[in-house]
């Protein structure tokens, strides 16, 4: 049986071996990054529950096997994928299988001038320069486990570039799908997102597996708003439920601009949503918004991050849990308040729905604040439907289980509502009620 | 239509109905009376079939069935409806949608056909017209955000759409303004059918200026200690429901209809 640090090894070894044949391994500061970030990994090995930070996910059970690393060159049938398109939404559509870009699956189409959209493995290649201002800079040791085992690798993702006022005509889907073929597969996509001033984009990033082995995603995406850059982002995922699906979504937002996430998470065994973000302008003002849905043992982690430092910034946060079986959600919210930021106005809610006695849901709020002329809030709540609306909705003439059904798609349906690209969150709501509807007593949604 | 005998129902330890007899038959309109804490919603919530309560003796019999032995929504498809005091506020659930459901539900257990979504929306529309109700309010989550005549407006609209048989409006003119008032009671007057029966619940004489019941009974300590026709709710008006406790603490109930 192997141990935790013989895994860690096992992994480093792989990095080392492969690090040769990966693009750009010829420039100096790149390979330094990697070489680094490699180091970082074996340092801190995978997080234990003793980390605070880990202190309701347990990964052990994603740290005793391997994952495959050099696994591309899997070739998926065109047709493979029609179920994890849009057909009403228009989009540039970039597709990677296992983390690779699949140029054959993908429809990037004609670009707005002053739009730069690539893979990364191509940005690598050519215009290694780009990744200077996200990962450049990067002077101090990583601390996070799973961002250093991405960095080490820095293979393939995606690297949007909006130059100042450009507007990026249709929303960009980035599809990233999941595929085993007789092995075990990792999947560790990097993408990279940098609207200049003024500009605005609409990305969305979906994760789903392809047949039923299981699979682990190490996603990390790194994005910078400049002055007034507004982008809405929107998250799936939907991988299958052996997978592993850790994702480290971080932000860097200068005055006036706006950042707005969605997130869904409706599949893997394990999953992790990990979003960071940084408010460092006046007017800066991020919301972020997801649902996370739990049956079986599926165990879903939201893990934010919002520091507000500088004054007059504005942070909305909702996260809603539907939890059954002996599924266990949790939601671990940091705001914290530098001592310069006044005029903070700070908000976050959880709210978890308990559909079966062995359900958990774990909720932390953490609000941490050192300026004394702010507005936070912050609620937290973990219960069953309520027993005043069920009856409400009998009382009409709908049989008990529809009741509940309806009510409890209602509270997904929330924030479903709050996105607006409607023809996803419709969609998107389809999904949920299909998975609802196997859920005991709501069959009637079917 | 509706028959209750000896109803005694507890909450807990509490005995709240100590015995209560009412006969209303179709087409006749009750006021229920009584001032705070005598039991008035604890008969609407029974009637209706909420969980909470017990009943220790007595029965209700609705078209010659016994109502206590069916679910709420059986309740309902059997031409019930109950109005609420306190409409529940219902986030992500879309009034139309949840309405065509009710009604629908209804319909499959009479075997009949599920209305369309065309034929619903222009029922639904036509009866917003007649009960005052603003349009925009059908798309709207359920009572959410509603004001408190908002909402009782969308409870004459439903007892509009599902057209019941026995109406049980438990305050309904609570928390309104005059104006309000007259616009849910018109409400109220224009579903009034001889096939219709209603109990009009409610604190205030004033909600009987609009509607005109044809008895009224006098609630108190869980049983009907007073019944007549509308003078007795304009008497009560007058003198107070302590006049009542003074002059007649034990009296019989006289079952109009019975």
């Known amino acids: ?446 | 239509m509706l028959k209750i005998n000896n109803l005694h129902v507890r909450v807990g330890e509490k005995t709240i109905l100590n015995g209560i007899d009412l006969a209303v038959k179709p087409g006749e309109v009750h006021a229920i009376m009584g001032p705070n804490g005598s039991g008035k919603s604890t008969l609407s919530h029974v009637l209706a079939g909420r969980e909470g309560y017990e009943v220790i003796e007595g029965e209700v019999l609705y078209q010659g069935n016994n109502l206590l032995d069916l679910s709420p929504e059986a309740r309902a498809h059997a031409g019930l409806f109950l109005g609420f005091q306190y409409p529940v506020e219902i986030p992500g659930v879309n009034n139309m949608y949840f309405l065509k459901a009710a009604i629908n539900a209804r319909r499959v257990v009479q075997g009949r056909n599920e209305l369309d979504a065309f034929d619903f929306i222009q029922m639904a529309k036509t009866k917003a017209k007649l009960v005052g109700l603003d349009e925009s309010l059908l798309q709207r989550s359920v009572n959410e955000g509603f004001s408190g005549g908002e909402k009782k407006r969308n409870e004459i609209f439903q007892m509009a759409v599902l057209e019941p048989i026995l109406a049980i409006l438990d305050e309904t003119d609570s928390g309104l303004d005059i104006d309000a008032l007259r616009i849910v009671a018109e409400g109220v007057n224009a579903l009034r059918d001889p096939e219709r029966s209603v109990i009009l619940v409610t604190h205030y004489q004033r909600l009987l200026d609009y509607i005109v019941p044809d008895y009224v009974h006098v609630l108190s300590e869980g049983r009907i200690v007073r019944s007549g026709g509308r003078e007795l709710a304009l008497t009560l008006e007058e003198k107070g429901y302590g006049w009542l406790k003074e002059k007649s603490p034990h009296i019989a109930p006289a079952g109009p209809g019975a």
């Open chain 1, 1 to 446: 049986m192997n141990t935790a640090a013989d895994m860690v090894d096992r992994y480093c070894r792989e990095l080392a071996s492969i690090a040769p044949t990966l693009p750009a391994a010829e420039v100096p500061w790149i390979q330094q990054i990697r070489n680094k970030a490699r180091d970082d990994f074996a340092r801190l090995g995978f997080p234990t529950r003793l980390q605070e930070a880990w202190h309701y996910t347990n990964v052990g059970a994603l740290q005793r096997r391997f994952f495959e690393l050099a696994n591309s060159g899997i070739s998926v049938d065109p047709n493979a994928i029609e179920p994890f398109l849009y057909p009403d939404i228009d989009s540039h559509r970039l597709v990677f299988i296992n983390g690779i870009h699949a140029p054959e699956l993908s429809e990037i189409g004609t670009l707005p001038d002053g739009v730069i959209l690539e893979n990364l493995a191509t940005t690598l290649a050519q215009t290694p320069e780009q990744l200077e201002p996200f990962i450049g800079g990067r002077k101090l040791p990583l601390e996070h486990a799973f961002n250093a085992l991405n960095t080490a690798l820095l293979r393939d993702g995606t690297c949007l570039h909006l130059a100042p006022n450009t507007q990026l005509d249709k929303p960009l889907h980035l599809l990233f799908l999941s595929a085993g073929e007789g092995q075990e597969s990792c999947s560790q996509p990097r993408n990279l997102i940098l609207a200049g001033a003024g500009s605005q984009a609409v990305v969305l990033e979906s994760y789903h597996s392809l047949g039923e082995a299981a699979c682990f995603t190490n996603s990390c995406s790194d994005i910078i708003l400049e002055a007034d850059a507004q982008l809405h982002h929107y998250k799936l995922q939907e991988e299958n439920r052996h997978s592993y699906h850790i994702a480290n979504l971080q932000v860097q937002q200068n005055s006036g601009s706006h950042f707005e996430s969605h997130l869904l998470s409706l599949g893997a065994a394990l999953a992790r949503h990990e979003l960071h973000v940084d408010l460092n302008g006046e007017g800066a003002h991020c919301t972020l918004n997801g649902l996370y849905l739990g049956n079986g043992r599926q165990h879903a982690d939201c893990h934010t991050q919002v520091r507000h430092i500088h004054p007059g910034t504005d942070s909305h946060q909702a996260y809603k849990g539907i939890l059954d079986g002996r599924a266990r959600g949790v939601f671990n919210g940091r705001v914290y308040v530098h001592p310069q930021a006044q005029q903070t106005n700070a908000e976050q809610s959880n709210h978890n729905l308990l559909l079966s006695a062995n359900a958990e849901a774990d909720t932390k709020p953490e609000l941490e604040i050192y300026a004394d002329d702010v507005r936070c809030s912050h609620g937290a709540t973990v219960g069953q439907l309520d027993e005043d609306m069920i009856f409400y909705l009998r009382s009409r003439g709908l049989p008990e289980d529809a009741a509940r059904g309806l009510l409890t798609l209602g509270f997904a349906r929330e924030l479903l509502d709050r996105m607006p690209l409607k023809p996803l969150s419709v969609q998107l709501e389809q999904k949920i009620t299909d998975i609802l509807s196997q859920s005991d007593g709501m069959k009637s949604l079917k």
